[in-house]
């Protein structure tokens, strides 16, 4: 599928896998509208492609509407990446024994799963209005599970949950758009060289690419970009979960 000259949405675009994403789909000729809350470094991302920044909380229907809105006036809307998230923590029981936060749980299920459909099925209503290319495609989607949605570790309940509901709905909505044209993939990082992980000291860093089969490192958020680029563009590609995860597979913790 071509993507010259077809807007791409991503979401949680102006930092970590979302930047990296945001760029390559830049260099292939696309126009992008990033998706974030980070307002300075999604404006000055949006400057440095030539796309567009829209503020937006993914479980806003209202707001990421206008981000939807945006990226059809620039050009046909073609792509989205979902790449918006949130990973905070906490176990079912604590050291005190005390209960996992309800309110926690269920923040983590609507950003990282609800936000990633309502994403979905906004993106989708505008695809469906385009005029197909070769094979009746009229789009694509790829959105960001984790190895945690199969290796989920100690306090990782509410965040495990939330990646294999993506995983879990991938074939389904890949299914439901089929008729009008738009495919559904979806990407299962392992342990991404992310701004998440920049904070931690070096031995830490350290052994946590120790984890990876091969190659012993962390993974680069620019290789999900080419992950995503492709999956994207590749027509025959539909329906699929792919771990991206140098073969590892998590411990409990």
């Not at 920044?53 to 981000?67: F, G, K, P, S």
């Not at 190895?147 to 993506?166: E, L, M, N, R």
């Not at 999956?231 to 979960?241: F, R, T």
């Amino acid at each position: 599928m071509k993507l010259s000259e077809k807007s791409v949405v991503v979401t949680g675009g102006a930092s970590g896998l979302g930047a990296a994403t945001a760029r390559r789909a830049a260099a292939g000729g696309a126009r992008v509208v990033i998706v974030d809350l980070q307002d300075n470094q999604g404006d000055a991302l949006a400057i440095e492609l030539n796309g567009a920044y829209v503020h937006a909380d993914v479980t806003n229907e209202a707001e990421l509407q206008v981000a939807m809105d945006t990226a059809s006036e620039m050009a046909p809307l073609f792509g989205l990446v979902n790449c918006a998230g949130i990973a905070p923590p906490s176990r079912t029981l604590n050291r005190e024994g005390l209960p996992h936060d309800l309110g926690l749980f269920q923040k983590v299920i609507e950003i990282n799963l609800i936000g990633t459909f309502n994403a979905i099925r906004l993106a989708a209503a505008a695809m469906a209005k385009n005029e197909p290319q070769e094979a009746n495609e009229r789009g694509a989607i790829v959105n960001t599970a984790s190895v945690a949605a199969y290796d989920g570790q100690v306090g990782q309940a509410a965040y495990s949950a939330s990646k294999g509901g993506i995983v879990g709905m991938t074939l389904p909505i890949a299914r439901d758009l089929s008729a009008v044209g738009i495919r559904v993939n979806t990407i299962a990082p392992g342990i991404i060289d992310t701004p998440l992980l920049a904070g931690l000291p070096e031995p830490a860093r350290q052994s946590l690419a120790e984890q990876v089969l091969h190659p012993k490192r962390l993974g680069m958020p620019s290789e999900y970009a080419e992950l995503a680029w492709l999956l994207l563009s590749h027509s025959y590609m539909n329906g699929e979960s792919i771990r991206m995860d140098g073969g590892i597979r998590m411990a409990p913790k």
